[in-house]
C-alpha cells in the first residue's frame, strides 16, 4: 500500500497568515493527489484535485503543488473559516490512501 | 444538485452484520465510480471500497476483504455496503462518496454524504 505522510501534524496560526501544509507518498503517485478540508460534524470538502487544480467554488486562496512524491497545500491568507483539518489522499492505485490530518488552530 | 443520503448505520454486535445504503440523486449514477469511506472516532479518513459504474470492478481495503460487499443497484440509484463479521475496529462513520468527475477529477472524491454511524458493541 502507498504510505501518506502529512506534516505538521497540528499548527497554530493567525488570520492572515500563509500557511503551508506538506504531504509525502511513499512511492511516485504522479499528480493523483487531492486535498480535503474536514470541520466538526461536516463531511470532508473536496479543495484539490490532481495536485494542484482548485475544485470549483473553492477560494483562491487554496492553493496546491507537487508531483511525484512531495506535495504541498497552501492558504495565503488564513481565514476564520478555515480552522479545520486538511486531509490529503492518493488516488493513484488502490487501495486510496489518506493522509493522518493536519488540525489548522487558531493562535 | 448532486445528493447522496446514507442509511443503516446503528449498534451491532461483535460478529454481526449490516447493511448500508446510500440513496443517490441530482446525477447520472451509472456514470460514476462511488465509494465507501470511514472515520472512526476521533481518527482520521480510512478508503474502505469503490465500485465502477456498471458494477463489475469493485476494490477493497485488505482490512475489510472478505467480510464487506461493496454493490449497487443503478435502476435505483442506489449504493450499498454489506458488513459482516462485525469487529469493534469496524465502528465508525461511513460515509458514501462519489468521484468528482470523469477527467483529471476522476481520482478524487467530490460528492460526500452526510455519514452513517456503526457502532459494534455488546
Known amino acids: 500500500d502507498i504510505q501518506m505522510t502529512q506534516s505538521p501534524s497540528s499548527l497554530s496560526a493567525f488570520v492572515g497568515d500563509r500557511v503551508t501544509i506538506s504531504c509525502r507518498a511513499s512511492q511516485s503517485i504522479s499528480r493523483y493527489l487531492s486535498w480535503y478540508q474536514e470541520k466538526p460534524g461536516k463531511a470532508p470538502k473536496l479543495l484539490i484535485y490532481?495536485?494542484?487544480s482548485l475544485q470549483s467554488g473553492v477560494p483562491s486562496r487554496f492553493s496546491g503543488s507537487g508531483y511525484g512524491t512531495d506535495f504541498t497545500l497552501t492558504i495565503s491568507s488564513l481565514q476564520p473559516e478555515d480552522f479545520a483539518i486538511y486531509y490529503c489522499q492518493q488516488g493513484s492505485r488502490t487501495p486510496w490512501t489518506f493522509g493522518q490530518g493536519t488540525n489548522v488552530e487558531i493562535k | 444538485e448532486v445528493q447522496l443520503v446514507e442509511s443503516g448505520g446503528g449498534l451491532v454486535q461483535p460478529g454481526g452484520s449490516l447493511r448500508l445504503s446510500c440513496a443517490a440523486s441530482g446525477f447520472i449514477f451509472s456514470g460514476y465510480w462511488m465509494h465507501w469511506v470511514r472515520q472512526a472516532p476521533g481518527k482520521g479518513l480510512v478508503w474502505v471500497s469503490r465500485?465502477?459504474?456498471?458494477?463489475?470492478?469493485?476494490s477493497y481495503a485488505d482490512s475489510v476483504k472478505g467480510r464487506f460487499t461493496i454493490s449497487r443497484d443503478n435502476a435505483k440509484n442506489t449504493l450499498y455496503l454489506q458488513l459482516s463479521s462485525l469487529r469493534a475496529e469496524d465502528a465508525a462513520v461511513y460515509y458514501c462518496a462519489r468521484v468528482a468527475g470523469s477527467g483529471d477529477d476522476y481520482n478524487s472524491l467530490g460528492y460526500w454524504g452526510q455519514g452513517t454511524l456503526v457502532t459494534v458493541s455488546s
Open positions: 490532481a495536485a494542484s
Open positions: 465500485i465502477n459504474g456498471d458494477g463489475y470492478s469493485i
